[in-house]
């Protein structure tokens, strides 16, 4: 069996990497990794390929820094250039990226069957262009590869798999595998790092593209820089953005994006996260620190209702409250929310069943 993988961002390296692992254990299956390029700064992308031991892709599509619609299509049709050479039996992709939407619907044209893992999430935000890719690559998958119970909830409540021959299944979170895996890996950023620091990401368009939102959530930043240290590895786009909206980042330790292992060991030392990252949400969990979301809503509902996360967009007051709240709050971890460590290995299972 041969399987083409799409990958092109940030968080899709760290859940290839855990299922390229079990696919290379799997002697009849072959994987062609294809990174779309998406992600293209080598802090951003190839040092993951590095750390993180993921095969060197096959093909690299070099794709980036353009429009949400050029950069689809310029990924279906280079996508498809593949396809038609390898001839796989599956594609499988990751997530709610152009790339996880211009690879499945590269595939689906081709009458190639379609994998999602992650499916079945949903912020119920149509304005969040994830939200439109995650919605149109559940409508068209053949296997759909949820998390968590809700994620299996929402897909039924949309129909889907009632009139398609589409197959749901709850494998379980391969994030959570990734961070079983690497935890003893972590590397210290070659920074120095205050003791009891707050880890923050601010990166999600809603929050960038928003000059009041993202004024409000750095002062409030400031604000809690003021009791306790604030590190905050900084993306590209938002470090550009920062810079020609002249907003104030006095008090906080704004640092160079880092790789895997870096932020795995940032996780294990902070005392809080404060973040608008979907991902780092559950990582926040993996490693036992409560979260506060800087975004109106969450898909990992699970982690708020159990009390681990709290939600609060951009809105000064609430970021400010809700930290005192969080950071010294004590919780159960032991819950299981997002399986045992064992989503890749379930994931290739159902593969080979169909």
Avoid at 63 to 81: D, P, Q, Y
Avoid at 174 to 186: N, R, T
Wanted: hydrophobic share 40%; proline share 4%; with cysteine.
């Amino acid at each position: 069996m041969k399987l083409c993988s799409i990958i092109g961002a940030r968080p899709q390296f760290i859940k290839a990497a855990a299922v390229s692992r079990e696919i290379a254990q799997q002697p009849n299956m072959k994987e062609i990794i294809v990174h779309t390029g998406q992600h293209f700064d080598a802090n951003m992308s190839q040092i993951f390929f590095e750390q993180m031991q993921i095969p060197k892709p096959d093909y690299n599509l070099a794709i980036n820094s353009l429009s949400h619609g050029a950069m689809t299509g310029r990924m279906i049709e280079k996508i498809e250039e593949v396809l038609l050479k390898e001839k796989p039996d599956w594609v499988m992709v990751y997530g709610d990226t152009n790339s996880t939407i211009a690879g499945s619907l590269a595939a689906k044209k081709l009458n190639i069957k379609v994998a999602h893992v992650e499916a079945g999430l949903r912020s119920y935000n149509r304005k969040m262009p994830e939200e439109i890719n995650r919605i149109l690559t559940d409508k068209i998958s053949d296997l759909l590869l949820c998390p968590t119970d809700q994620a299996v909830k929402n897909l039924k409540d949309e129909g889907i798999g009632k009139h398609s021959l589409a197959k749901i299944v709850k494998c379980g979170d391969v994030m959570h595998d990734a961070a079983l895996f690497y935890a003893k890996m972590a590397r210290k950023p070659l920074i120095d790092l205050p003791a009891n620091f707050i880890l923050a990401t601010v990166h999600r368009a809603e929050n960038t593209d928003d000059p009041q939102r993202l004024n409000s959530i750095f002062k409030a930043l400031e604000i809690v820089s003021n009791e306790t240290p604030v590190v905050l590895p900084l993306h590209p786009r938002t470090r550009k953005i920062i810079v020609q909206q002249q907003i104030e980042t006095r008090g906080l330790l704004l640092i160079d994006p880092v790789g895997y292992l870096e932020m795995i060991y940032l996780l294990q030392h902070c005392q809080l996260v404060m973040t608008d990252s979907g991902g780092l949400q559950k990582e926040a969990f993996f490693f036992r620190k409560p979260c506060v979301t800087l975004r109106d809503e969450t898909e990992w509902v699970e982690l708020v209702e159990n009390g681990f996360n709290k939600v609060v967009g951009s809105n000064f007051d609430k970021i400010i409250t809700e930290y005192k709240t969080m950071k010294n709050k004590k919780m159960n971890y032991d819950i299981d929310l997002y399986g045992n460590g064992t989503a890749s290995e379930n994931i290739i299972t159902e593969i080979l069943k169909l």
